[in-house]
């Protein structure tokens, strides 16, 4: 089994930062894409950012310039660097990995969500 444990959340003020991490840890052979999605009440989680094994990167268009994803392959962990935070930008963030595990298919597995807050 592989489990992704999310930190890093909390609440700042407008214009300021925060960095989330998402660890993977468990029977794992290889990851594939590493992302983060967020999501607020009463509307569907949404792409925020993604990255490939080999750092290739893809952004929403909302935070663009302002956020930076990275990952560290020997630690299975991916960060997601936020600046210039913006009130709109509150939400529960989920990291997401591409994991291929104990059988012969790649899966997608989910953190359990870091709350991120920003104060207006």
């Known amino acids: 089994q592989v489990q992704l444990v999310e930190s890093g959340g909390g609440l700042v003020q407008a214009g300021g930062s925060l960095r989330v991490s998402c660890a993977a840890s468990?029977?794992?052979?290889?990851?594939?894409?590493m992302g983060w999605y967020r999501q607020t009440p009463g509307k569907q989680r949404e792409l925020v950012a993604v990255?490939?094994?080999?750092?290739?990167?893809n952004y929403a268009d909302s935070v663009k310039g302002r956020f930076t994803i990275s990952r560290d392959n020997a630690k299975n962990t991916v960060y997601l660097q936020m600046n210039s935070l913006k009130p709109e930008d509150t939400a529960v963030y989920y990291c997401?990995?591409?994991?291929?595990?104990?059988?012969?298919?790649?899966?997608?597995?989910w953190g359990q969500g870091t709350q991120v807050t920003v104060s207006s």
């Open positions: 468990g029977r794992i052979l290889s990851i594939n894409g």
């Open positions: 997401n990995a591409n994991v291929l595990g104990g059988g012969i298919w790649y899966q997608d597995y």
């Open positions: 990255i490939t094994s080999g750092g290739s990167t």
